[in-house]
């Protein structure tokens, strides 16, 4: 793999991202912090127990993390970690980019030029001959179809893009195909596209999986493209991540008599961009501006997180930023203000605490105590 990380810091990237309460944000700032994986790896347990942790912290051991790598050349995939050159640039720009990615098929699609197209699971037949048709056109004008391999909308977009290129991004391990019907279309993209986890083989899709599996489509398209969704649907959490993302939306309108096309007209009132053919989405390709996104040169990760600079927090400094959380997530912002201490100081406290399980992070850069 051409990657500007040594296999050393590839492996300790997995084991980090793989470890006890290390999320996607987390993530970016230890690595910000110690600058290699390894450093973050050694740190971590102390970091947890100055956060009130009791027992040991899990961090991923190189053995299993071996044993990873080994299990998914078994069904010849293999990983991706934040940093390397084949990590997606668009996915990469957002917030809560996963610090793992594990893929089967062709990487090289992940970094083209992409839209996603989600929907109803109980898609009409009109929407689905849609979705497959306008996958199709894009395709034709080489753009790459991302979605969730899910039935109804998803599937047909999937498969109106075999010929051209499609990504499938799935909720549970690359080896478990939910829903089960969709077994040969999996294996279809699989041996003419790719297919994409976050989560380690072996893992069965759950609920709370789908909208960590949504923000991963939407991060790494341009746009998303809503054809189908009842007023409380999954697709309509793809859309609004796609929002948050600084993706553009697009919505097909249906009838206000079919209760699948309230969330698809409500994201039209909202702004969204009305879709009734593929040059409604090219043309505002075309006028996007995204060079960052599709720069070709090697990038590495950074969230702009400030390394600590003004030394560690006091004991004082650290019961401050505890009574400043409160169990309704709080912009960091807000407690840097209220505790008057330097920036890097709440940072390093708010790790500790993440790292001891008792805060959970949220969009938008707010942080609330664990419930």
Known sequence: MNSLLSEAERIC??????????????????LARFESAA???????DLARRGGRARPLK?????????????????????IVRGDTEYPLALAAIDDAPPVLSILGDSGLLRDRTIAIVGARNASANGRRFAERL??????????????????????????ALASGTVAVVA?????????????????IVSRGAVVAENQLGTVPRARHFPRRNRIISG???????????????SLITARLAGEQGRQVFA???????????????????????TESVDDILEMLNSMTRRPLREDSAMAYDDGTVA????????TGRASVVEALGTSPAAIDEIIRHCKLPASQVATVLIELELAGRIDRFAGGKVALAG
């Open 220 to 234: 790494l398209s341009l746009g998303v493209v809503v054809v189908e969704a009842a007023l409380r649907s999954g």
């Open 13 to 30: 990237r997995l084991r980090l991202g793989r470890s006890e309460n290390v999320g996607p944000i987390l993530f970016g700032q230890l």
């Open 135 to 160: 996958a199709r056109d894009l395709g034709a004008d080489d753009v790459v179809i991302v979605s969730g391999l899910a039935r109804g909308i998803d599937a047909a977009a999937h498969q109106g």
């Open 172 to 188: 549970g391990g690359l080896d478990v195909v939910y829903p089960a019907e969709n077994q040969a279309l999996h294996d279809d």
């Open 59 to 79: 961090v991923c051991s190189h053995d299993r993390a071996m044993a990873e790598i080994d299990a998914l050349a078994e069904i010849n995939a293999r990983f």
């Open 252 to 274: 097909v309108p249906g009838s206000p008599l079919d209760p699948r096309a309230k969330g698809v007209n409500n994201l039209l009132r909202e702004g969204a961009v009305l």
């Open 39 to 45: 450093a973050a790896i050694e740190a971590i347990p």
């Open 308 to 315: 600590a600079s003004d030394g560690d927090p006091s004991e």
